[in-house]
C-alpha cells in the first residue's frame, strides 16, 4: 500500500503548465445544480463496527435472517438536481439512505429491499417529517454528493467561491491521454500536511472514473494513506425528475405553521 502511493505521487512531483478544460465541462453542470450522478465506490474506507447499519435502517435492531444489510460492500449512489429541489441516496442494491431536498426543508429516509421491491422508513413506514434545511452545514463543510469520497471530488472542481472553509485548495499539474483512449486530468493537493493527487478519466468528454491516492505522516513519522477509485455511470445535466419527489406512498406528515 506504501509503495503504491509513493509511487502514485511521486510522479506528479514537477506539475507541468498545460491547461485543463474537460473537467470544466461538469463544473458548469454542478453549478448550474442540472444534473444527475450514478456511480460507485469501488474501494470505500473500511467499516468500524456494525453497529452503524443497525441504527441506519430505521429499526431497533435486525433479524438474523436479514443479516445481508451487515455485508462489506461497495456503496453506490445516486444524485440528481433540479435548482434548488435536490434528491441524494447511497447504500447498495438492498438498502439506501436517502434526502430529498426542497423548499427549504430536508426530508431524510431509508428504503430497503423486500420481496424484491422497495419499502420505505422515515420517522415511521412510509411516513416522513420534515427539517429545516442546515444551510450553516452546507457553508461549512461543503455540498454532499453521496458518500464522503464523491462528495470530496466533486467539491474539489467547485470554484473557490462555491467550496466551504474546510474543502482543500487543489491546482491542476497535467493532462494525457492513456494506450487504452482514456483521457486524464491531475490535480494536486498539499494542505493540512496530507498530499493528495487526485485523477480523473474521460472517454471522449465522458467523465467516467476517478482515482486518488493521499498520503500523511503519522504522529510516529511513519507514511500513512490511502487510495480511492469511483466509477462513474452517469454524469449527465438532465435532471431524473422522477426522484424529484416523495416515493409514492411515503405520506408527509410535517406539521407547519399556517401564515
Known sequence: MKK???????????????????????????????????????????????????????????????????????????????????????????????RLSKDGEDFFFSKYK????????????????????????????????????????????????EKSAQNSNYRFIAQGKLANGLFYEDYRSDDNGVTEVVRYYFAGNNLVKIAAASYHKDSSGKIDGRKCIIKIQEFSSTPDKSLLKLPEGVKDETKRKKN
Not at 460492500?73 to 444524485?79: D, E, L, T
Not at 420481496?115 to 429545516?132: I, P
Open 114 to 161: 423486500k420481496k424484491d421491491r422497495w419499502e420505505y422508513f422515515g420517522t415511521k413506514k412510509n411516513r416522513v417529517v420534515a427539517n429545516e434545511k442546515n444551510y450553516l452545514a452546507e457553508i461549512l463543510e461543503g455540498k454532499s454528493y453521496g458518500d464522503a469520497d464523491m462528495s470530496h471530488f466533486l467539491n474539489a472542481i467547485l470554484p473557490n467561491t
Open 4 to 98: 503504491f502511493l509513493i509511487a502514485v505521487l511521486l510522479i506528479f512531483l514537477f506539475p507541468l503548465e498545460v491547461s485543463a478544460a474537460k473537467i470544466d465541462i461538469y463544473r458548469e453542470i454542478l453549478l448550474r445544480n442540472s444534473y444527475t450522478i450514478r456511480y460507485e465506490n469501488l474501494t470505500p474506507p473500511p467499516r468500524v463496527t456494525n453497529r452503524d447499519k443497525v441504527e441506519l435502517y430505521g429499526k431497533s435492531g435486525l433479524a438474523v435472517e436479514e443479516n445481508d444489510y451487515l455485508t462489506y460492500k461497495s456503496p453506490i449512489g445516486v444524485v440528481t438536481a433540479d435548482g434548488q429541489t435536490r434528491y441524494e441516496e447511497v447504500g447498495d442494491e438492498n438498502f439506501m439512505l436517502c
